[in-house]
């Protein structure tokens, strides 16, 4: 489906529920707002359409993940009753000249990967 210039509209991705004790957990994976639609509700409505499609399936809890560094939309999900839950860390990794020999292996407790130099 198209927008009204050839575009594709604004949308949602949601994930179906998980469970995760003791609560069921549906996830907003992704939404976009096109611009000229930005600041007119349409990503409020967007997020109550999930909140509803959520609680339809039984659902305790939603969840989102934002880029730290877009304020906007961390800002939006916080007016929309999102909390900060966790935090993520990344780092890029630059070449190494140093070897490494990797194995992996599943034991009872999981999976584990020992790393050797």
């Known amino acids: 489906m198209r927008g009204s210039e050839g575009r594709a ?10 469970s995760v004790r003791p609560a069921r957990v549906a996830e907003l994976q992704s ?5 000229d639609e930005r600041g007119r509700g349409v990503g409020t409505r967007l997020v109550e359409g999930f909140f509803t499609w959520a609680g ?7 969840s989102v993940a934002a880029d730290a560094a877009n304020g906007r939309a961390v800002n939006f999900y916080r007016r929309l009753g999102f909390a900060d839950r966790s935090v993520s860390l990344k780092r890029a990794l630059g070449w190494s000249s140093r070897r490494f020999s990797f194995r992996q292996s599943l034991g009872r407790d999981g999976c584990c990967v020992r790393a050797r130099l």
């Open 56 to 62: 339809g399936r039984g659902v305790a809890r939603v």
């Open 9 to 18: 509209p604004s949308r949602l991705y949601v994930r179906e529920a998980i």
């Open 31 to 35: 939404m976009y707002v096109e611009e």
